[in-house]
């Protein structure tokens, strides 16, 4: 059973940048689809960006040019790189995998973080 742990969230101010960061406490190779999603208060969850072991990637049309996804097998890691963030990108960003097939829909997802909050305001 592999686990994973948000970091990176915090404060920032509009047009700012934050570097997301998802540890797993095992190898994330076996997991084929990698991803990040959000859900702010209210609102459903929903993907931002997901990649897989082959590097293919995904992205909200909301984030595409700002946002950028990756992963690093080797030490068990996926970040999400993020800039010119906006207030609506404020939300509870979470980091999930699937091992098989790249079905990015949340419910799907067979792991997942306990999350980390990003706040973009002045």
């Known amino acids: 059973q592999v686990q994973l742990v948000e970091s990176g969230g915090g404060l920032v101010q509009p047009g700012g940048s934050l570097r997301l960061s998802c540890a797993a406490s095992?190898?994330?190779?076996?997991?084929?689809?990698m991803g990040w999603y959000r859900q702010a208060p209210g609102k459903q969850r929903e993907l931002v960006a997901g990649?897989?072991?082959?590097?293919?990637?995904i992205y909200d049309d909301s984030v595409k040019g700002r946002f950028t996804i990756s992963r690093d097998n080797a030490k068990n890691m996926v970040y999400l790189e993020m800039n010119s963030l906006k207030p609506e990108d404020t939300a509870s960003y979470y980091c999930?995998?699937?091992?098989?097939?790249?079905?990015?829909?949340?419910?799907?997802?067979?792991?997942w973080g306990t999350g980390t909050l990003v706040t973009v305001s002045s």
């Open positions: 999930a995998g699937a091992r098989y097939g790249s079905d990015w829909r949340w419910r799907n997802m067979e792991y």
């Open positions: 990649i897989t072991n082959g590097g293919r990637t």
């Open positions: 095992g190898s994330i190779f076996a997991i084929n689809a």
